[in-house]
């Protein structure tokens, strides 16, 4: 589909379907039980969230990792053929910390899934939670291309 950009009124969900802003708008008010109108603009930008830019913090798990693009490849030295979730920050005092994850690392599987997105992350992790596991595996790609399997502690 050409011509969905910033200023289209359709926009690509996370599963790459093309929906209506508006509708979405309408959707997302109604659940709230306003208008359009009455929508803030922290509401409104909540919905126009650019995945591959924002951050995501996962609490539990200590991270902050955000969607690999070419400036985080160019600052932390990661190649082109790599693809994942790429970690920039990491919490002093969690497992993360304990197990030598750090900020440049690549996670590229959860749960023996290949990821793409934070989002895609936080879901595995919420899945995982949900259903009382109490780790979650890791595949973890470094700066330098070694790979390792880190499991982590789901108790925060």
């Given at each position: 589909?050409?011509?969905v ?32 109108g ?6 409104v ?5 650019d995945?591959t ?13 955000v ?14 053929e ?7 920050e ?21 749960a023996q899934?290949?990821?793409s997105?934070?989002?895609?992350i936080?879901?595995l992790i ?14 973890i790609?470094?700066p ?13």
């Amino acid at each position: 589909v050409v011509g969905v950009g910033r200023q289209s009124r359709m926009m690509l969900d996370n599963l790459g379907i093309i929906l209506d802003t508006e509708k979405v708008y309408q959707d997302f008010a109604d659940t709230l039980g306003v208008t359009v109108g009455e929508l803030t603009d922290v509401a409104v930008a909540a919905l126009q969230r650019d995945p591959t830019r924002d951050a995501v913090g996962i609490e539990t798990l200590g991270l902050t990792m955000v969607y690999l693009n070419g400036e985080l490849r160019a600052q932390f030295g990661i190649g082109g053929e790599v693809s994942g979730v790429v970690i920039t920050e990491v919490a002093n005092g969690t497992d993360a910390a304990a197990r030598r994850i750090q900020p440049g690392d690549v996670i590229l599987e959860v749960a023996q899934q290949e990821v793409s997105t934070p989002d895609e992350i936080a879901a595995l992790i919420t899945a995982r939670r949900n259903n009382n596991l109490a780790s979650v595996l890791m595949l973890i790609q470094e700066p330098d291309g070694d790979l390792r399997f880190v499991s982590l502690s789901l108790d925060g």
